[in-house]
């Protein structure tokens, strides 16, 4: 069931749209109810460590208990916010009681996935078939999205309305490049680490030259993907991944350095690259190097800081309750007064659904507590995995695999910074199972023990 949202989610439209919102967290909520059916039936506890399932419980109850005491209630007639009967008057509560509800269905069912992918990552089986298919869906999506540019406008066309249509920001079937570009960097670093894997175990060439076209296909996908943010991104996590592919083989030196297998690299990575050069240029196509050079990075007039700064100072402890940012955002939108600066227009005239600042959005919507709640299941995960990789023995895939998981998490991480990516469904799918896996995957400890 969980490969099944796994590749659903990004093909439909991101998850971005009411129905595939709908569909993704009924599938999320039927991963948590048939796994904890299937452990009570066997009888046996999850493997998930204990501080991960303190963590998940807080934020859900945390959450749930602002959702259901809701303090006022959207009117969407009048976009204006009336006070209702709370439960508890005297305890905080939700901005919009029925937005933060729905917004609480999706992240009980992330939560959910969290702690299946951390059980399911002390299996081999298990872990290899959530890589397998994160990787063969993000090969899918960039081979699509290469298809769109090769095809221009016609091909566009058979999956976009003509009012969304727009060739220089949609990719494959995610409307915004941005956000198609923080998934695609968390889908390719475990393309390449399983590709490495396959190529290092099998003497098939065909099955060879299957994983090295998926990657370069995966690159070329991601150049021609128009987002600066997400292509300066990759190249950072392009230089994590080859410097460890680098130091795996200089360890080996023996075997890799010999003249014959620096040759035969050295053309077939010219060759690639040439090719791969040849053709972008070729089509003409506008990509997000060339965006990245007309503009630069272009985020100093993206986010009204000072007013987003003011709402995390009203939100304070507990925040305005999930997902209700753009319940709460237009009262102040209204309101305040930038003085007598000159301020891009669509700052005090258009709708703002996000805050283009995840971590900005996260404080305003679950304030400080909800947000360290949060940061102990993100920065744990990724401590666990790290102390992992440094401290126990992991067969060949698994060092891969958690080594690929823990890159693919910092690259969304730094985009969130810049954008809105974590408040995308697929592509919290997608950080929710790679969390999971940097929390479950255990090898043995130093001294040849199991590790607990």
Known sequence: ML??????????????????????????????????????????????????????????????????????????????LRPVEAWFPAAPGAADGPTSQRAMLGYTGLVAVLLFSADLARRGRGRQRLWLTMALTGVSVALFGAIQKLGGVPVFALTWEPEKLDPTNNFALFRCRNNAGAWLNLTWPVLVALAFVKTRKTHRPWAKAFWVCAVLTMFIGIQLNPSRASWVIAIGLAVGMAGRVGWHFWRRRAYVFEPRMLVASGVFGAVALGLMILLISWGGWLTGWQRWQQSGWGVEARQPWELLVRMVHDAGLTGFGPGSFDIVFPAYQATHDFGQRLVPAFWVTDRWIHAHQDYLQTLIEWGWLGGALWAGLVVGGLVRAVQTLLRERLDFPARWLLYASVLALVGVLVHAAVDFPLQIASIQLYTAVLLGLCWGVRGSSASGAPAR
């Open 3 to 80: 490969v099944c949202a796994l590749v659903f989610a990004p093909w439909a439209y991101g998850a971005t749209r009411d129905w595939a919102v709908t569909v993704l967290n009924g599938l999320l909520g039927l991963v948590g109810l048939l796994w904890v059916a299937d452990r009570c039936l066997r009888r046996r506890w999850p493997h998930v460590p204990r501080i991960l399932v303190g963590l998940s419980a807080a934020v859900l109850l945390f959450g749930w208990g602002m959702a259901l005491n809701a303090h006022y209630r959207l009117d969407p007639a009048l976009w204006q």
